[in-house]
């Protein structure tokens, strides 16, 4: 099996690592981690290395992979800018008891734990989590970054933007749009969509923060709104 590294080792590298272990795909061999504190010691008897300059070296230790295990969609994000500057690819860990259709497109740096289900036709960009027990429905889109938390359920047809974060428990209809950067409380009900960087929460889910329509009109929201991609 290819030899691999877990960027991250807070909790969600210790789910990762269970998943990859579960899986049986790869060979993780160390962790990497920023905090210098931790180096040395060891998570699951697993060593950390060192920090993200140690990938150089580890490549001639026929390390071929890696995968971010970093809970906070834009930090997460920012760890893999640096990664594609380095020659080492970066893997999905997908637990064996999630349930993915066969015509589901998968990017990469995807995390899909324990019992997730993810239906036909849907799209999962790259350095997506679909959380433990998450239910992703036909032809949704799960744009880059986004993490999708346990237990949540989204309907047919549901577009999640990039950076985006749908907390635990939370239910979304069909035909909706999660905006870019938004947040969806634990438990919510979204019922309509949710503008870029909008915080709504609720049954049903309600705007409470909303930095674009501050500083926006409303036709100039919308016009926002019409021209953001995913």
Known sequence: MEKIVIIGAGGHGRVILDILRAANDY???????????LHGRRIDGLKILGDLSILEFLKFQDVTGAIVAIGDNGIRREYVEQIKKIDIKLINAIHPSANIAANVTLGQNIVIASGALVCAHCQI???????????VDHESVIANSAHICPGAKLAGRVIVESGAFVGIGATVIQNIRIGSGAIVGAGAVVINDVPPAATVVGVPAKIIKSPLSHQLTPNKLEEYLQEVTI
């Open 27 to 37: 060979h993780p061999v160390g962790f990497i981690d920023a905090n210098t504190a």
């Open 125 to 135: 960009g790259n350095s997506v989590i679909l959380n433990t027990g998450c239910i």
